[in-house]
């Protein structure tokens, strides 16, 4: 095995990827916080801890696929995936497909 072997995070628990996301959400914080942006100028923007869960599994199914991007089509179907392997992240998921509505369902 190689040294930038990772498991991938489909096997992981939903909690394990919670974690991963909280970290990862606070280091970006801790980040602009140190280039002296202020935090009412970006916390809208930062995703949830979910959001980021569902970003990180979808790169891992985009991955998956030799790092092709999803047509509208293939979105949708894999975003749906993530909601049925993951049903605490459903609502989530079904948010992000309605804010995106026009690229997730190829309209």
């Not at 930062?46 to 293939?74: H, K």
């Amino acid at each position: 095995m190689s040294s930038n072997y990772q498991v991938p995070r489909t096997r992981a628990s939903l909690e394990v990827l919670r974690a991963e996301a909280h970290e990862e959400l606070e280091t970006v914080i801790h980040e602009r916080l140190l280039a002296g942006e202020d935090p009412w100028d970006f916390m809208d923007d930062i995703p949830s801890v979910d959001e980021l869960v569902v970003y990180l599994l979808r790169a891992d199914a985009i991955n998956a696929n030799d790092g092709q991007l999803p047509s509208p089509t293939r979105e949708y179907r894999v975003l749906r995936q993530i909601a049925l392997e993951h049903p605490a992240l459903t609502r989530t998921v079904w948010r992000m497909i309605g804010t995106h509505r026009g690229v997730a369902l190829g309209n």
